[in-house]
């Protein structure tokens, strides 16, 4: 086994994991096998607990487990399943060696960082490295391990050391350290400074480690200069001095690691010079052409709790990204945050209030994702009442699904206390109920999680035909409430149809209005198995229906067209549309989104 280690200096966000995803894309364009281990260096067990504003979104794994967001870019870029097991954190280290001092497994021993921690985590790697997740018998040939933080915190030492006793333990040739780090430009002066990466590196070869190739962060592409001056400080080769400058979209990172032969250099460290072939980036560099070159705009209004800060939201983003390049569309993301549209905020911030309402109203869609707790959930149910009134296309995921049910109850059933038993316990009409299998005491890992089976109860609707007419499908879960059974015929009778429930039949999966253009609700987050070139059906059928085009997409106009539970498309298809001058918005942002200019960069 081949490892690839990814460890980050001078400032957190540096962008470590599009980094470590873009390097196994490299890998696994040149006909490598790869997996992924993100190691995170918090005392939580796993990301499950942890707020959206302080850590982003909670992506989740078929096996159900609740992980660091950046395992989505690995599954993404690597078109992969990944596992728990593969995000490492200090709470699972120390729970498993605690655990084995418990049963006495160290035989009376006085347990240490050092060697038992250090230990636990090299075993710990090399276990999971050798488990397969890209549905192929046998190990892959190359690990891609990141190490979250950023070198020099306190809880990163037992890692840095275990990392340090790892490439010692598989031995010259068979580790590969690869460093991000950050070159800033001072608008004073307009020169790269080269101090920051040099105390990075030191510190880190002061740990034990030397970097073997240098990742550098930048405005622009680094000068010959700058390239010298690294090579001399940090002792690390010119060629393997890679520049990571601002490019209009993340999937030109893989491109701009292959130009500069971030692979080649790689291969040297690794002895796999003369094993590999030059990668075959054809589709991909296509994908990253055609998503610079859309001109044809698709304005999504995103309401939610949560919108402050746009990773609480990343598999989101990505997926509308995903369809919309799918469909040619050029998207820009309109942030509604849900309380803005209440009524108390009518009062207290005027502007605001008509703020969000414009947002919302020129949109060609609205997406409503998940989230917990009662804040702004009224906004969402406003939101759902518009666009199933007014006939705008409308995707309720989770939570937006919930509220879509009760704003249903509500408005055509005359309910109008209907509510859901987490928002108001003492509820009437209870639309959305607490399953019975969920815990009310533990948050950690309680809820019903992961890939679950969705059977489609009408075949002669727009989600089943979205994902090619299938009976069933396999999508993830993360909720603890779920639509009330007792209320399923009365919301039927009243024109709601339940077009997807799971194996029992009791439990509501996909909610639809017939006769309305696109309205469709999902428990489950279809977002977290799209792929670029590989659209989740939901989306895709989000972006089709708010540019006019859904009635194209169901019918499959092209056979490269069809997507089947988020697989299936053949993007060698892609063709590069020239546009000609094409003008652009004064913010453009990663993966080829468009801010709406409040503020909000992702």
Same mark, same amino acid.
Request: charged share 20%; aromatic share 8%.
């Given at each position: 086994?081949?490892?690839?280690?990814?460890?980050?200096?001078?400032?957190?966000?540096?962008?470590?994991?599009?980094?470590?995803?873009?390097?196994?894309?490299?890998?696994?364009?040149?006909?490598?096998?790869?997996?992924?281990?993100?190691?995170?260096?918090?005392?939580? $067990?796993? *990301?499950?607990?942890?707020?959206?504003?302080?850590?982003?979104?909670?992506?989740?794994?078929?096996?159900?487990?609740?992980?660091?967001?950046?395992?989505?870019?690995?599954?993404?870029?690597?078109?992969?399943?990944?596992?728990?097991?593969?995000?490492?954190?200090?709470?699972? &280290?120390?729970?498993?060696?605690?655990?084995?001092?418990?049963? +006495?497994?160290?035989?009376?021993? @006085?347990?240490?960082?050092?060697?038992?921690? @250090?230990?636990?985590?090299?075993?710990?790697?090399?276990?999971?490295?050798?488990?397969?997740?890209?549905?192929?018998?046998?190990?892959?040939?190359?690990?891609?391990?990141?190490?979250? +933080? $950023?070198?020099?915190?306190?809880?990163?030492? /037992?890692?840095?050391?275990?990392?340090?006793?790892?490439?010692?333990?598989?031995?010259?040739?068979?580790?590969?350290?690869?460093?991000?780090?950050?070159?800033?430009?001072?608008?004073?002066?307009?020169?790269?400074?080269?101090?920051?990466?040099?105390?990075?590196?030191?510190?880190?070869?002061?740990?034990?480690?030397?970097?073997?190739?240098?990742?550098?962060?930048?405005?622009?592409?680094?000068?010959?200069?700058?390239?010298?001056?690294?090579?001399? #400080?940090?002792?690390?080769?010119?060629?393997?001095?890679? $520049?990571?400058?601002?490019?209009?979209?993340?999937?030109?990172?893989?491109?701009?690691?292959?130009?500069?032969?971030?692979?080649?250099?790689?291969?040297?460290?690794?002895?796999?010079?003369?094993?590999?072939?030059?990668?075959?980036?054809?589709?991909?560099?296509?994908?990253?052409? &055609?998503?610079? =070159?859309?001109?044809?705009?698709?304005?999504?209004?995103?309401?939610?709790?949560?919108?402050? !800060?746009?990773?609480?939201?990343?598999?989101?983003?990505?997926?509308?990204?995903?369809?919309?390049?799918?469909?040619?569309?050029? !998207?820009?993301?309109?942030?509604?945050?849900?309380?803005?549209?209440?009524?108390?905020?009518?009062?207290?911030?005027?502007?605001?209030?008509?703020? *969000?309402?414009?947002?919302?109203?020129?949109?060609?869609?609205?997406?409503? /994702?998940?989230?917990?707790?009662?804040?702004?959930?009224?906004?969402?149910?406003?939101?759902?009442?518009?666009?199933?009134?007014?006939?705008?296309?409308?995707?309720?995921?989770? !939570?937006?699904?919930?509220?879509?049910?009760?704003? #249903?109850?509500?408005?055509?059933?005359? %309910?109008?206390?209907? =509510?859901?038993?987490?928002?108001?316990? =003492?509820?009437? =009409?209870?639309?959305?109920?607490?399953?019975?299998?969920?815990?009310?005491?533990?948050?950690?890992?309680?809820?019903?999680?992961?890939?679950?089976?969705?059977?489609?109860?009408?075949?002669?609707?727009?989600?089943?035909?979205?994902?090619?007419?299938?009976?069933?499908?396999?999508?993830?879960?993360?909720?603890?409430?779920?639509?009330? /059974?007792?209320?399923?015929?009365?919301?039927?009778?009243?024109? %709601?149809?339940?077009?997807?429930?799971?194996?029992?039949?009791?439990?509501?999966?996909?909610?639809?209005?017939?006769?309305?253009?696109? #309205?469709?609700?999902?428990?489950?987050? /279809?977002?977290?198995?799209?792929?670029?070139?590989?659209?989740?059906?939901?989306?895709?059928?989000?972006?089709?229906?708010?540019?006019?085009?859904?009635?194209?997409?169901?019918?499959?106009?092209?056979?490269?067209?069809?997507?089947?539970?988020?697989?299936?498309?053949? $993007?060698?298809?892609?063709?590069?549309?020239?546009?000609?001058?094409?003008?652009?918005?004064?913010?453009?942002?990663?993966?080829?989104?468009?801010?709406?200019?409040?503020?909000?960069?992702?």
């Amino acid at each position: 086994m081949k490892y690839v280690l990814v460890t980050g200096g001078v400032v957190s966000g540096i962008g470590k994991g599009v980094t470590a995803s873009s390097i196994g894309l490299l890998l696994k364009a040149c006909g490598l096998r790869v997996t992924s281990i993100k190691i995170d260096p918090y005392l939580n $067990t796993d *990301a499950g607990t942890m707020s959206p504003f302080e850590h982003g979104e909670v992506f989740v794994l078929d096996d159900g487990g609740e992980v660091d967001l950046d395992l989505g870019n690995y599954e993404r870029f690597l078109d992969i399943k990944l596992t728990r097991n593969n995000n490492i954190t200090t709470g699972k &280290i120390y729970q498993s060696v605690i655990d084995k001092e418990r049963r +006495g497994d160290y035989l009376g021993k @006085t347990v240490q960082v050092v060697p038992h921690i @250090t230990d636990a985590i090299q075993e710990w790697i090399e276990r999971v490295a050798m488990i397969p997740v890209d549905g192929k018998a046998g190990p892959a040939d190359v690990c891609v391990v990141e190490l979250g +933080g $950023t070198i020099g915190d306190i809880e990163s030492m /037992p890692f840095i050391e275990a990392l340090g006793q790892f490439s010692y333990r598989v031995g010259a040739g068979n580790l590969c350290l690869i460093h991000v780090s950050l070159v800033p430009v001072l608008n004073v002066v307009g020169e790269q400074k080269t101090k920051p990466t040099q105390h990075s590196v030191r510190g880190l070869r002061g740990l034990g480690l030397t970097p073997h190739i240098l990742a550098c962060r930048s405005t622009m592409a680094l000068e010959q200069n700058v390239k010298v001056k690294l090579s001399q #400080f940090c002792h690390v080769a010119e060629e393997n001095i890679i $520049t990571l400058y601002d490019v209009p979209n993340i999937w030109h990172i893989p491109l701009l690691l292959r130009d500069q032969k971030a692979h080649e250099a790689i291969f040297k460290v690794l002895n796999l010079v003369g094993v590999c072939r030059e990668p075959a980036l054809e589709e991909w560099t296509c994908r990253a052409d &055609i998503c610079d =070159n859309l001109h044809e705009p698709v304005h999504i209004a995103v309401v939610g709790k949560y919108t402050g !800060l746009s990773d609480s939201y990343l598999s989101i983003l990505k997926a509308l990204v995903h369809a919309s390049v799918f469909q040619r569309k050029k !998207l820009f993301v309109d942030w509604v945050p849900s309380t803005d549209l209440e009524d108390a905020t009518a009062k207290e911030n005027p502007d605001a209030y008509k703020a *969000a309402w414009k947002l919302l109203k020129g949109a060609d869609g609205v997406l409503v /994702p998940g989230g917990f707790g009662d804040r702004g959930v009224q906004g969402k149910i406003l939101a759902a009442k518009y666009a199933r009134e007014n006939k705008v296309p409308f995707l309720g995921i989770c !939570l937006g699904m919930q509220v879509a049910v009760i704003e #249903f109850a509500r408005s055509v059933l005359g %309910l109008q206390d209907a =509510n859901s038993t987490e928002f108001d316990a =003492n509820t009437r =009409n209870p639309c959305i109920i607490f399953m019975p299998e969920g815990s009310k005491t533990h948050m950690g890992g309680t809820m019903r999680l992961g890939s679950r089976r969705t059977y489609f109860q009408v075949m002669d609707c727009k989600s089943a035909k979205l994902y090619g007419s299938r009976s069933f499908i396999d999508e993830r879960h993360r909720h603890r409430y779920e639509v009330n /059974p007792d209320m399923v015929t009365r919301l039927e009778k009243a024109g %709601l149809s339940f077009a997807g429930k799971d194996e029992t039949g009791c439990r509501m999966e996909i909610i639809e209005l017939p006769h309305h253009p696109y #309205f469709i609700g999902v428990q489950f987050h /279809p977002e977290f198995k799209s792929r670029p070139g590989k659209p989740s059906p939901p989306f895709l059928g989000l972006i089709a229906a708010a540019c006019g085009e859904l009635d194209a997409v169901l019918q499959g106009y092209g056979s490269q067209r069809n997507v089947h539970n988020g697989v299936g498309n053949d $993007t060698s298809k892609f063709k590069v549309y020239q546009n000609g001058g094409v003008t652009k918005p004064t913010i453009m942002l990663h993966d080829g989104v468009y801010s709406n200019g409040n503020g909000i960069c992702f």
